[in-house]
């Protein structure tokens, strides 16, 4: 996180914008606790990479297709159908649990 030269942090700082094409994990930069993304294609997975006790919440604001949406990739993920918001919890060994919120 950086600061910015204001009276603290800045939204922005905090969050990711992720437009993906394919199947796609977050790098080190992109792990951040609030995730907006958005698939052109259908049938894709988003990996999150969290490390045990981190979370994040990760929103779908795409127009029309769902994304799997999972912490490591042998999880079984969950479907976040665009609109959608979903709480991201990582676990013991990296598993994680999904959760839509909406």
């Known amino acids: 996180m950086r600061w910015k030269n204001t009276d603290g942090w800045d939204l922005s700082d905090m969050s990711a ?3 993906m ?3 796609c994990a977050l790098t080190a930069d992109e792990r951040r606790p609030f995730v907006l993304f958005t ?3 259908a049938s894709k997975a988003l990996t999150l990479g969290l490390t045990a006790g981190q979370a994040a919440i990760v929103m ?4 029309t ?3 799997t949406v ?5 999880d ?8 959608k918001v979903a709480l991201v919890v990582a676990g013991s060994a990296g ?3 999904v959760t839509v919120l909406n």
Request: glycine share 16%; hydrophobic share 35%.
């Open 17 to 19: 914008s992720i437009a």
């Open 21 to 23: 094409s394919d199947s």
């Open 39 to 41: 698939c052109s294609a």
């Open 60 to 63: 779908n604001t795409g127009g």
């Open 65 to 67: 297709n769902a994304v």
């Open 70 to 74: 999972k912490n490591v990739s042998t």
């Open 76 to 83: 079984a993920g969950t479907s976040v159908a665009a609109g």
């Open 95 to 97: 598993a994680g649990t």
